[in-house]
């Protein structure tokens, strides 16, 4: 019953280097989401992927890019990281999405990033 | 724009006790709204999710409600217990994207 699993859990970058967020869910989801929490601004979507081939952006995707590997996986990219981009980073799965998505989405433990 | 609140930010009560969170939001068009909870290090899970048909659900000791009209969502904590303390944060789908509450986080004292 692994769930949402992210990987790592724990990374440290400095301002410019890059670096891919792993993120895998093992319930056969269709819709797989990426989310970024910060004190005082709760949690924002970044990116999100209805289904196997589409991505969207979210609220706040500067500075980010995604990739649908395939049903399962779903990675975040940050190409030039900045001080701004520290925050835990979440990603989410869920089986459907838009009006069909009434079932919960279920959430990975989240990688907490630091850039200096 | 969607905007979610929930106030307080942070309770605390003593073991036993009632409780209800609040949530609101600013648009009513939304397809359901959903409760978590948020351990410390942890991420979230989900507690109740009321689809935008129902007026509440239950699991447990906890009942949810929801008013579209009125822009309103409670959670309601029967007898509580100290294993209760988390940040509860609700959240409305609108288009199937989740808009998040900053959340409020409970202390249940023994």
């Known amino acids: 019953n692994a769930g949402v699993t992210q990987t790592p859990k724990f990374q440290v970058l400095k301002t410019g280097q890059s670096m891919t967020l792993q993120c895998a869910q093992d319930?056969?989801?269709?819709?797989m989401y990426w989310y970024r929490q910060d004190p005082g601004m709760g949690l924002r979507l970044i990116y999100y992927?209805?289904?196997?081939?589409?991505?969207d952006k979210g609220e706040v995707p500067n500075g980010y890019n995604v990739s649908r590997l395939n049903k399962r996986e779903f990675s975040l990219r940050l190409e030039s990281a900045a001080p701004s981009q520290t925050s835990v980073y979440f990603c989410?799965?869920?089986?459907?999405?838009?009006?069909?998505?009434?079932?919960?989405?279920?959430f990975g433990d989240g990688t907490r990033l630091s850039i200096l | 724009k969607q905007e979610v609140t929930q106030i307080p930010a942070a309770l605390s009560v003593p073991e036993g006790e009632n409780l209800v969170l609040n949530c609101s939001f600013t648009?009513?068009?939304?397809?359901?709204l959903q409760w978590f909870r948020q351990d410390p290090g942890k991420g979230l899970t989900s507690l109740l999710l009321?689809?935008?048909?129902?007026r509440e659900q239950t699991s447990g000791r906890l009942n949810a409600s929801l008013d579209k009209s009125s822009g309103r969502s409670t959670l309601y904590i029967a007898a509580s217990q100290p294993g209760d303390s988390a940040t509860y944060l609700c959240?409305?789908?609108?288009?199937?994207?989740?808009?998040f509450g900053q959340g409020t986080t409970l202390q249940v004292k023994p």
């Open positions: 992927s209805a289904s196997e081939g589409t991505t």
């Open positions: 989410a799965s869920s089986e459907k999405t838009g009006w069909l998505s009434n079932q919960p989405q279920h």
């Open positions: 648009d009513s068009a939304i397809y359901n």
């Open positions: 319930m056969n989801h269709n819709s």
């Open positions: 009321i689809q935008s048909s129902q």
């Open positions: 959240a409305a789908s609108n288009t199937g994207k989740l808009i």
